[in-house]
């Protein structure tokens, strides 16, 4: 007799994914959540009446074109959410007074790049031929229907057989390398500020590929709402949630995990566990570090992660309706390089919330600013509670005066600040040091695509990891794809088949 019933170890997309998918083909749930929400990174809080969105900017797989938007239906987040386009990913103001715009539309982004610089037509040739490459592909996915899927294999086959050289080309080029061959400082900047110079190159083409298929759009009502439908579909699926609830131990009796122990003692027992919380934790602390092999170790020693964030949520009375909409924001340069928290810096992005009319009273607007930060500055200083919570403050005020450069006014009409600094990520998400993302994909793992990485630790059975510590790259669709292929591994071993359900009356909540 198969023991069916499966401990979950974090509520953040690949958990709930994990969940759904699993009760979907017969699975008993149960979640162990330390937060008193849904949602993990993918949530939003509220003060002073404004709701301070603290992740998404573009959800790939929102065009119901696309295969991954299939999957946003079996969890629940598809159905009746609305998505925005937006015409910008984001504007960058030189400090020599141009302002380049990084459009959506790759035809307006091409002619945009040629009459902005000219002297650039070969190096905008290769980027709008890269991004068109990524155009034509559409991954097949299991859930299409059988002639559709078959299309597509072939589709891609074709594809890499034609293509396939100049795609690892492109794998093999990080961001930085790329920016430089451009002349322009101005489109140089727009380029390194819109992507991690680490990160391979094949990756910012894709973003640019899904944003022109208006593939990547923004969900009204922002994050918390979407992890809250998808709590939802797992409660009505017949999965449960414990909140409040963080897991210390995973138990492991003999060879095989057998269940957890949360920080109130208790012990929890199921015929599998599986861990979507924060990779090093999961390993080195829930594990004790007892399966962690060479491969493993070497992974947290060497690969690059996203960085730890500085993050200032402010509530602003103003509309901001003349300011174009975008993806990502606006970039300015500031009058003279200022420090704010632990660095000295030139410019500052803000992204305004001007699309999303529920994050802020009639007339009024959400904006948020983020930065990079060090997650070790801020460690060092917390032990000074009061010295902490003063440079907090300081970052919040430096924040609004420098906007103030930029919309004069607007240091009167800011009604609300909110800053996070990397130890509030880790605190509210258990992410390691804080990151935001999970790993960077480099040239060095983005072999990992082709192959994806392992869900098991050696030495240890019935533990599994999924989320965005085993997905290079990270993001939500990426924390949802480790979950629906842990499943479908599961079922294989069961001896079971792995079958989804859309439920179209699915409702927002
Ligand atoms: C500012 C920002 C912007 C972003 N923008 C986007 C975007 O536009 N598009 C996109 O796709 N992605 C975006 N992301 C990334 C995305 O949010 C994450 O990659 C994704 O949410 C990761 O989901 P996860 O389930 O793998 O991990 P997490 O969200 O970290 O979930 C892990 C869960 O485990 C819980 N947990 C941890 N330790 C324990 C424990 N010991 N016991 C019990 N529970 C525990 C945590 O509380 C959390 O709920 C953004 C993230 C940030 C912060």
Aim: aromatic share 10%; glycine share 10%.
């Amino acid at each position: 007799m198969i023991d069916k019933s499966i401990i979950i170890i974090g509520a953040g997309f690949g958990g709930l994914s994990a969940g759904i998918y699993a009760q979907m083909n017969g699975y008993h749930t149960q979640i162990f959540e330390m937060h008193n929400l849904p949602g993990g990174l993918c949530t939003a809080w509220k003060h002073k009446g404004y709701t301070i969105d603290g992740c998404i900017h573009w959800l790939v797989g929102s065009s119901p074109k696309s295969g991954m938007y299939r999957y946003w239906e079996e969890v629940g987040i598809a159905q009746g959410r609305e998505f925005v386009n937006a015409e910008e990913f984001m504007r960058y103001e030189g400090s020599d007074g141009r302002t380049f715009t990084l459009f959506t539309n790759v035809d307006k982004l091409e002619k945009h790049l040629l009459e902005f610089s000219p002297q650039d037509a070969k190096a905008t040739c290769q980027f709008i031929q890269g991004i068109r490459l990524c155009l034509a592909f559409d991954q097949p996915s299991e859930s299409d229907p059988l002639l559709k899927r078959l299309q597509k294999k072939l589709k891609l086959g074709l594809l890499l057989a034609t293509k396939g050289r100049k795609m690892q080309e492109w794998m093999r080029i990080t961001t930085g390398e790329f920016v430089k061959r451009f002349q322009d400082p101005v489109i140089r900047g727009a380029l390194r500020e819109m992507w991690l110079p680490e990160f391979s190159m094949f990756f910012m083409l894709f973003t640019f590929a899904f944003l022109h298929n208006q593939n990547a759009g923004y969900p009204i009502g922002g994050s918390l709402p979407m992890s809250l439908a998808m709590a939802k579909r797992d409660l009505n699926r017949g999965g449960s949630i414990h909140y409040d609830s963080r897991v210390i131990k995973i138990l492991v009796e003999g060879n095989k995990a057998i269940g957890v122990r949360l920080a109130d003692g208790s012990e929890h027992f199921a015929g599998r566990v599986i861990s979507a919380a924060d990779g090093y934790t999961t390993i080195f602390k829930m594990l004790d570090e007892k399966y962690a092999d060479e491969e493993t170790k070497e992974r947290y020693a060497k690969w690059p992660t996203f960085p730890s964030l500085l993050f200032v949520g402010l509530g602003v009375n103003r509309s901001f309706a003349n300011e174009p909409q975008s993806v990502s924001g606006l970039s300015f340069p500031l009058r003279q390089p200022t420090e704010i928290g632990d660095e000295v810096r030139d410019r500052l992005s803000v992204h305004i919330f001007n699309q999303d009319p529920t994050l802020a009273p009639v007339g009024k607007t959400s904006l948020v600013v983020m930065m990079p930060s060090s997650y070790e500055y801020w460690k060092e200083l917390a032990p000074d509670r009061t010295a902490y919570e003063v440079k907090k403050d300081q970052v919040g005020h430096t924040v609004i005066d420098l906007l103030n450069q930029r919309f004069p006014g607007i240091s009167q009409q800011v009604e609300m600040v909110d800053v996070a600094t990397p130890l509030t990520f880790e605190r509210y998400t258990g992410n390691w040091k804080g990151c935001f993302e999970g790993w960077l994909i480099t040239p060095q793992n983005s072999v990992s695509l082709l192959k994806p990485m392992r869900q098991t630790l050696p030495g240890v059975q019935n533990f599994y990891m999924c989320g965005q510590w085993v997905e290079p790259g990270g993001g939500l669709p990426s924390s949802l794809m480790s979950a629906r292929r842990l499943v479908r591994a599961l079922c294989k071993e069961d001896g079971g088949k792995f079958r989804t359900i859309v439920e179209l009356d699915a409702t927002r909540s």
